[in-house]
């Protein structure tokens, strides 16, 4: 049970690397499924999901699109989108 994931920030952190891989190997439908899961947990989780989501699967969703300059900003969903839009503005980027 070594690789037995421990705690929702793993988990996300996890989420965020199938979804990635996704989108390097053109699979954009299963990305967008990703994406839209990742949504529903946003909305309806519980605080430490709603957290996770937020700090560790968009954080490394969207920094890795912004070190390949992918453009699939318009994949997220709506609340994901809002969420991204406001750590950008958090960042001061």
Known sequence: MKNQVTSIYK???RFAEITK????SGNIV????CLALAERLFINGSFETK?????????SVSSFMEM???NISHLFPQSLKAEYI??????GV
């Open 86 to 91: 406001k750590q950008i503005n958090t960042s």
């Open 30 to 33: 299963r990305a967008k499924k």
């Open 11 to 13: 988990q996300a952190e």
């Open 68 to 70: 390949r300059h992918c």
């Open 21 to 24: 891989k996704s989108i390097i």
């Open 51 to 59: 957290n996770a989501i937020s700090n560790v699967y968009i954080f």
